[in-house]
């Protein structure tokens, strides 16, 4: 025992000094048999201070009734864009630092009432800065209420942190469909031991950090089968699962939205309004001045093996003129994969988006062809990306064109 105890130690501390893994002393001893269960969590509760990357730096009181961890993300970005049709704009190069988030997270009181403040600050200056801020009460893992502002639950890519991609974004599909982020309620829970989830909440409307003075609410509403066991979000299988994993989702939204303008609704703050979202790219459809009634829907399947992963979504829009009765339809879709070729550490994958903003008009579709490789020094914690993409538009009866962009990416989450 003597001798195992002592090659563990020194084993814990070489991977420590080089940096390799982010597990404690104590996470590799309880791997390796050297301590029970009941010794673990009797060494782990008893310190104030921790830190663990990904995680940040926890602070706990010593009747263990509160709790605060903070941490942070930084992604630093180059893009280079080659446009095919230079005649009304020109190819662009741009370095940029994506996000820069800053994160409190934790308990208070009770282990059961969580809580979480994040905020964006490349995004300073603007509505879009504060993202989460919102508590959680657990009851049982079953049931749970959330209040604050939080992601509205749809969609699985939009889910899953920007944070934890394999390209270096999320695809044109998800962000065209994505409701963005909201304030209200949310009931949810985990059932069955995470065999199965669902989402259900009643919002504001109006987006992010922004409150809305109607009377008209958004509902979105969210289900997902996970027949093998729990799956997490985040993409790419990092941790070479020994079981194929398998989850089915799908979800709900409906929203009413006033057209104030033109090329305008009641608020830009929502993804829906802006002009990147299929319902923006459609606003001429509608009368000035009108209530417009959003209905989205959404399925998505993730898979994870032995290293390989691959999800894909189907969305569908329709938006209805209260006065004018006329009616805008959009669906889109993605499918990707990918594969770690060094396991653990080096990953290819393979994306193709599409996206038809109205489905009655032609000339108007949006397909994208991505190919991506990751390098996972500490997973998604510290991880380098490059991915290409060839952006074919349709663009209203002239020639089509096909846009070549080029994105490097560093991120580091602290």
């Known amino acids: 025992m003597k001798k195992e105890l002592l090659l563990t130690v020194g084993l814990a501390v070489l991977l420590t000094a080089q940096g390799a893994s982010a597990k404690t002393l104590e996470d590799i001893l309880k791997e390796k048999g050297v301590i029970t269960e ?10 104030p201070f921790t830190y663990k990357p990904g995680s940040g730096f926890t602070l706990t009181s010593p009747d263990e009734r509160f709790l605060l961890s903070i941490g942070g993300r930084l992604q630093a970005r180059y893009s280079f864009t080659d446009l095919e049709d230079n005649s009304a704009s020109s190819d662009s190069s741009k370095w940029e630092a994506k996000r820069i988030k800053l994160w409190l997270k934790g308990y208070a009181y009770t282990k059961d009432l969580s809580y979480l403040f994040q905020v964006d600050f490349a995004n300073s200056g603007s509505s879009k800065m504060l993202e989460h801020a919102y508590l959680n009460y657990r009851l049982l ?3 749970q209420l959330l209040a604050g502002q939080t992601k509205v639950p749809f969609g699985r890519q939009w889910l899953n942190s920007s944070g934890a991609q394999q390209f270096v974004d999320r695809s044109t599909a998800s962000d ?40 008209d609410n958004a509902i979105a509403a969210r289900l997902t089968v996970n027949p093998f066991g729990p799956l997490s979000y985040s993409e790419g299988d990092l941790d070479r699962s020994a079981k194929p994993l398998l989850s089915l989702g799908g979800n709900y939204y409906r929203n009413t939205l006033n057209k104030t303008a033109a090329t305008t609704l009641e608020t830009n703050a929502i ?29 998505d399947a993730a898979f994870k093996w ?18 004018s009765g006329k009616t805008l339809r959009a669906h889109g879709f993605y499918a990707q994969a990918g594969y770690c070729i060094v396991p653990k550490t080096v990953e290819v994958a393979f994306r193709y988006s599409y996206v038809d903003p109205n489905r009655d008009a032609s000339g108007d579709l949006q397909t ?8 996972y020094i500490n997973k ?5 990306q490059g991915d290409v993409t060839d952006s074919h538009k349709q663009n209203g009866g002239k020639a089509s064109t096909d846009d070549m962009q080029y994105r490097l990416q560093a991120q580091i989450i602290f």
Request: net charge negative; aromatic share 10%; no cysteine.
């Open 368 to 375: 994208d062809t991505q190919g991506a490789i990751s390098w």
């Open 380 to 384: 998604h914690n510290l991880k380098l």
């Open 271 to 299: 993804t829906l309004a802006g002009s990147t979202g299929w319902l923006g790219k459609g606003l001429g459809t509608f009368a000035t001045s009108e209530k417009i009634d959003v209905d989205t829907f959404g399925l």
């Open 38 to 47: 009941a010794d673990y969590k009797e060494v782990t509760k008893s310190k």
């Open 176 to 215: 065209m469909f994505r409701p963005g982020y909201d304030t209200g309620v949310k009931l949810h829970g985990d059932l069955f031991k995470g065999a199965a989830t669902y989402e259900f909440g009643v919002y504001g409307g109006a987006g992010q950090s922004t409150v809305r003075s109607s009377n």
């Open 306 to 323: 032995l290293g390989a992963s691959a999800q894909a979504e189907y969305l569908l829009g329709q938006a209805d003129g209260q006065s």
């Open 141 to 143: 893992d079953e049931i």
